[in-house]
């Protein structure tokens, strides 16, 4: 078992990202350090579009995650609704 | 979100599928071969290049938009920073020589990996691999751009660093970064990609950009954190390139494994030893420190470096051969570096200085087996000579390593008080290496590394003078005659921090008493 992460600029933009993550992902630890906000996650993690839209009340493309993202790591599985990390072995 | 987002006509998959293929052409009156003459001679067999799948699915058109907004984002905060005079606000004056240090070290090589990425996406025939490596390109000329507007505002008052492109070319200390991108362009497409894309992105560049920005943002840096997270934002990007890189080439055929490894082992270590100057900073230049290079590494290194290396096993990948010592190294670099970098002050385009007392204890805390037994006692010395008015600097000149060329103050592996030699043989002349890596590195293409251009090397050659100066006239100093030809600002952007004129500067702009007149 290892952790997949990802990390966002800590800002108003990424706070319904990381609000979905958490309502998503029951593992997901987040960790706060000055500038940036980083959730770990065992094995795998996901984040999908339809949880942030109802968090927000918007419409949401996924690509825009790229303008605040800062890191991640583990396999990426992504298309119109989800966007998944993983570590498959 | 100040840009509205149109709904696609097509899936994210079929939009990337109708943007990436199909680019391409077959050539009809010039041989494939003969127009794409590099992405065969390394050895690595290429079987169906559609296999190649960017992770993201960016396309041409959704890049611009983004980028579009990273960067109005970026300038905007760049904007009200020098608006605000934001440089005052800065933790201390010190906080600086990290940046003149990023702006000598780090911002050429964004323009070196532009360039690597210009040419690979030039030669390699599968369409989805050349625009992933025109995307990055583009992101690489724009990190080289944002952090020097960014820093460039830091120029108008501070010294060291007005120069750094003419330093990049020639200063000692900067052809460790130099040699690192040097010798990654000057392989194959395949090498650069696992130098690059894959060594240095995935497995390293967390440690430089995640917790030094963070960093950035505790010391009161707005300006230098939102350059470092927005080209760090590229960067999660051009990891997922990296590892989509190593999963397609090891698929396509089991021959590619062996190569494939000898580069991971070769590009870890090259980049590790490029990352101390990274450690040093993090430790030492941070008066604000959000987290040791120690901890770092545990965390971006050994947790997610080694979850990596356990999912590669699949395919009969092992961790690099030098990870065990890197690992070992945790504990040391960044104090060997540092004092290495006071004793050389006087020849570099920063200060520095010994650490306070409660720095120390944070150091103690941070490095509870080797700091207070190994690195305290030194940097206690230096300062009660520093404050007997004898600080001391080396005016020799150090043996650098043949392949790192970082100076030979690395120690062996399980001993932190013997430093470590290696020596090759070749063609009748003696190489010298820090570690068994960069000698195994040496001994695997001598031809490539006889041809390193090591700076000491250069000097007592006489090739780091300026034109018409005579060497043998009496009185002559080498090192002015060096520092000259630098064109570094002896006495502003060389010796210590303790009386330079940065440190004047900053304690009269900000009102603050002079550092040793405080109550």
């Not at chain 2, 960093?215 to 840096?221: E, I, M, Q």
């Not at chain 2, 080797?370 to 007997?388: M, S, V």
């Amino acid at each position: 078992m290892s952790n997949v992460f990802i990390a966002f600029q800590h800002n108003e933009e990424s706070r319904p990202l990381v609000d979905a993550i958490v309502a998503d992902n029951p593992t997901a630890v987040v960790v706060h350090s000055p500038g940036l906000v980083k959730i770990d996650a065992p094995n795998r993690l996901q984040i999908r579009r339809a949880t942030i839209e109802e968090q927000t009340g918007r419409p949401y493309d996924l690509q825009q995650l790229h303008v605040n993202l800062v890191t991640l790591s583990g396999y990426i599985d992504e298309d119109d609704d989800q966007l998944t990390l993983s570590w498959t072995h | 979100m100040d840009t509205r987002v149109t709904k696609k006509k097509l899936g994210l998959k079929d939009r990337y599928a109708a943007m990436t293929r199909g680019l391409g052409w077959e050539t009809s009156y010039q041989p494939m071969d003969k127009v794409f003459p590099y992405d065969k001679y390394e050895g690595i067999k290429i079987h169906d290049w559609d296999q190649w799948q960017d992770p993201f699915r960016l396309t041409m058109d959704a890049y611009w938009k983004y980028q579009g907004e990273k960067e109005k984002k970026l300038y905007a905060v760049i904007e009200a920073f020098a608006q605000n005079n934001g440089q005052l606000g800065v933790s201390d004056a010190r906080y600086i020589n990290a940046l003149k240090l990023f702006l000598q070290g780090v911002t050429p090589l964004e323009y070196y990996a532009h360039r690597g990425f210009a040419h690979v996406g030039r030669q390699f025939t599968g369409e989805g691999a050349r625009v992933a490596a025109q995307m990055q390109s583009i992101d690489e000329l724009r990190h080289y751009q944002t952090e020097t507007h960014a820093l460039s505002h830091y120029n108008k008052y501070f010294n060291g660093l007005h120069n750094a492109h003419h330093w990049f070319d020639r200063v000692w200390y900067l052809s460790v970064p130099k040699s690192f991108f040097e010798d990654a362009i000057t392989g194959g497409p395949f090498e650069f990609l696992v130098a690059v894309s894959f060594s240095f992105e995935y497995v390293l560049t967390n440690l430089l950009f995640v917790p030094f920005m963070s960093g950035a943002a505790h010391n009161g840096d707005m300006s230098t954190v939102t350059f470092g997270f927005s080209a760090q934002s590229d960067e999660s990007r051009h990891m997922t390139l990296g590892i989509e890189c190593i999963k397609f080439l090891l698929e396509q055929d089991p021959a590619n494994v062996p190569i494939v490894q000898k580069w991971i082992d070769k590009w870890f270590w090259r980049g590790y030893r490029l990352l101390t100057l990274v450690a040093m900073m993090q430790d030492y230049m941070l008066p604000k420190r959000v987290m040791s290079w120690k901890e770092a590494w545990e965390m971006y290194a050994e947790q997610n470096g080694g979850a990596l290396f356990k999912d590669l096993a699949r395919y009969g990948i092992r961790e690099p051969k030098g990870w065990k010592d890197a690992c070992e190294g945790k504990d040391h670099i960044s104090h060997q570096a540092w004092n290495t970098f006071y004793n050389y002050s006087a020849a570099a385009a920063f200060h520095t200085w010994v650490p306070t007392d409660e720095e120390m204890d944070w150091l103690a805390e941070k490095y509870p087996t080797t700091f207070n037994q190994l690195y305290r006692p030194r940097l206690e010395h230096y300062r009660t000579q520093q404050q007997a008015g004898k600080r001391f600097y080396s005016k020799t000149l150090p043996m650098l390593c043949n392949v790192c060329q970082v100076p030979m103050f690395f120690t062996e592996p399980g001993d932190a008080a013997t430093i470590c030699y290696r020596e090759s043989d070749w063609r009748g002349n003696q190489h010298h290496f820090c570690s068994d890596h960069c000698k195994e590195i040496f001994d695997d293409e001598p031809e490539k590394y006889v041809q390193s251009w090591l700076p000491v090397h250069q000097i007592y050659q006489g090739n780091c003078f300026d034109p018409g100066t005579d060497p043998t006239v009496e009185g002559f100093d080498p090192l002015a005659a060096v520092l000259k030809h630098y064109q570094i600002n002896v006495g502003a952007d060389n010796f210590d921090f303790e009386g330079s004129q940065d440190q004047k500067n900053f304690a009269a702009w900000r009102g603050d008493a002079p550092r040793g007149e405080q109550a």
